[in-house]
T-cell receptor, first 114, second 109 residues
């Protein structure tokens, strides 16, 4: 069974640009979550989608947005990039009815903002 | 939000040694989780604890859910080089996880 797939793995952008990251969950998983990982702030929750609806949102500015498609694939977008947005962005999926906290993470998309 | 404190921040040990790390929270929770992140990878769930006082093992790993429901520890026995990585405790709140700061483990052969 294929794991969570994130694309691209690495990307470099400049301040003010926008970026879209993609996540394909494990087949059959309907919940997709996004996390930001930085050395200073650690792993922080961005948002979670289930059946194309945002179920939960973390404390990030409106420049961070996401969506989920009918096939459960998800994208997240960051507009007007700032230097502090440089981070590893991790996507995680889980099946419906799973035990709380059981997430399956992808390898992440490493974003560098210059 | 809740405070989640994990210690130690880093550990340098010799192969074969036992390791212990712990997490404390400012509030009571019903679930404690332990994840491990290898270099260049996403975190992987090691152990999940759902009941106060619960002691669960996964191979050489043992974790316990504190009786006060505000703490948990993870022990690794007889460490090996592939134990290297970052270990995170985490709590659930609905569909979101709150992670501790992580414990960076280095194992010298």
């Amino acid at each position: 069974k294929a794991g969570v797939t994130q694309t691209p793995r690495y990307l470099i952008k400049t301040r003010g640009q926008q970026v879209t990251l993609s996540c394909s969950p494990i087949s059959g998983h309907r919940s997709v979550s996004w996390y930001q990982q930085t050395p200073g702030q650690g792993l922080q929750f961005l948002f979670e989608y289930f059946s194309e609806t945002q179920r939960n949102k973390g404390n990030f500015p409106g420049r961070f947005s996401g969506r989920q498609f009918s096939n459960s694939r998800s994208e997240m977008n960051v507009s007007t990039l700032e230097l502090g947005d440089s981070a590893l962005y991790l996507c995680a999926s889980s099946p419906a009815g799973t035990l709380a906290g059981e997430l399956f993470f992808g390898e992440g998309s490493r974003l560098t903002v210059l | 939000g809740q405070q989640l404190n994990q210690s130690p921040q880093s550990m340098f040990i010799q192969e074969g040694e036992d390791v212990s790390m712990n997490c404390t929270s400012s509030s009571i929770f019903n679930t404690w989780l332990w994840y491990k992140q290898d270099p260049g990878e996403g975190p992987v769930l090691l152990i999940a604890l759902y009941k106060a006082g619960e002691l669960t093992s996964n191979g050489r790993l043992t974790a316990q859910f504190g009786i006060t429901r505000k703490d948990s520890f993870l022990n690794i026995s007889a460490s090996i080089p592939s134990d290297v990585g970052i270990y995170f405790c985490a709590l659930t709140s609905g569909s979101r996880l709150t992670f501790g700061e992580g414990t960076q483990l280095t194992v010298n052969p």
